[in-house]
């Protein structure tokens, strides 16, 4: 019997990823290109904001990477159900990928800025996580996690991809370079 989270190696996500994977430069690219990104910020997971100024970025406010405190932000670039979350212009062969890939939830660029450690935690999304790396930053950054209770430590360089479960995982990251790391995320379930 199948457990319920089991990735299939040959099945129709891990071939997603690797189209995805293909054309990391293409979208760190239009990433860099794009004016005007609105980043989620750590309030944005909240059940309610204790800033009376904040305005949900999901409706394209826009808050500046260098504005806000958070290490890390996220760009939202698609969610379930196909919504598209930033200009086609930008992101058109991910968004071909991203509507042909089975039970996908999110996809976001993740950025993490120099010299910072996130501390160990779990995350709830209930499926699996994949990275591909678009800009290292360095040398010195990656993720450790427990897999099968055996210590998992990953350093990210461009152009790879890392998959595991952030549920069941607890998991840190860090980032000592001196410029940001950013990579392209895709959060989904079993196929």
């Known amino acids: 019997m199948e457990k319920l989270n089991t990735l299939k190696p040959n099945g129709e996500q891990l071939k997603c990823l690797r189209e995805a994977q293909d054309i990391y430069k293409e979208i760190y690219d239009n990433f860099k ?59 058109n062969e991910l968004y071909k990928i991203c509507d042909k890939f089975p039970y996908l939830a999110v996809v976001a660029i993740n950025i993490v800025k120099p010299k910072t450690n996130i501390g160990s935690h779990k995350d709830l999304e209930p499926g699996w996580r994949a990275h591909i790396t678009l800009d290292s930053g360095g040398e010195d950054t990656g993720i450790t996690y427990l897999y099968n209770k055996k210590r998992v430590i990953h350093k990210f360089s461009d152009g790879d991809m890392n998959i595991m479960k952030p549920t069941y995982n607890e998991h840190s990251g860090w980032n000592n370079n001196y410029k940001p790391r950013v990579n392209l995320f895709f959060d989904f379930y079993n196929d």
């Open 33 to 91: 290109k794009q004016k005007n990104k609105a980043y989620l910020i750590h309030e944005d997971f909240e059940e309610t904001s204790s800033n009376k100024k904040y305005k949900d970025n999901m409706t394209n406010s826009l808050i500046s990477f260098q504005e806000t405190k958070d290490n890390w932000k996220l760009f939202p670039l698609w969610y379930e159900g196909g919504n598209k979350v930033q200009d086609n212009k930008y992101y």
